[in-house]
């Protein structure tokens, strides 16, 4: 195997990387805004962002494992 082929990035790493760092970064912007001076409204707006990218992270693992199950099912060369 040569070298180029050793650390090109396998389809799944760079899929799983598209979906982690987008919502990192709405976590981190969230929890910066949250510890600014919220109105009552805006700190429920903050949570809820929260809320979805919990459920965002959560989503991500399992379409990791489901793209895992379907790439190691592919005949390799």
């Given at each position: 195997?040569?070298?180029?082929?050793?650390?090109?990035?396998?389809?799944l790493?760079?899929?799983?990387?598209e979906l982690?760092?987008?919502?990192?970064?709405?976590?981190?912007?969230?929890?910066?805004?949250?510890?600014?001076?919220?109105?009552?409204e805006?700190?429920?707006y903050?949570?809820a962002?929260l809320?979805?990218a919990?459920?965002?992270?959560k989503?991500?693992?399992?379409?990791?494992?489901l793209?895992?199950?379907?790439f190691?099912e592919?005949?390799?060369?």
């Open positions: 195997m040569g070298i180029q082929k050793k650390f090109t990035p396998s389809p790493s760079r899929v799983s990387h982690k760092t987008p919502i990192a970064g709405i976590v981190g912007l969230a929890d910066i805004l949250n510890q600014s001076q919220l109105t009552t805006q700190q429920f903050v949570a962002i809320d979805c919990s459920s965002l992270q989503a991500q693992i399992h379409i990791k494992a793209l895992n199950n379907l190691s592919l005949p390799h060369e």
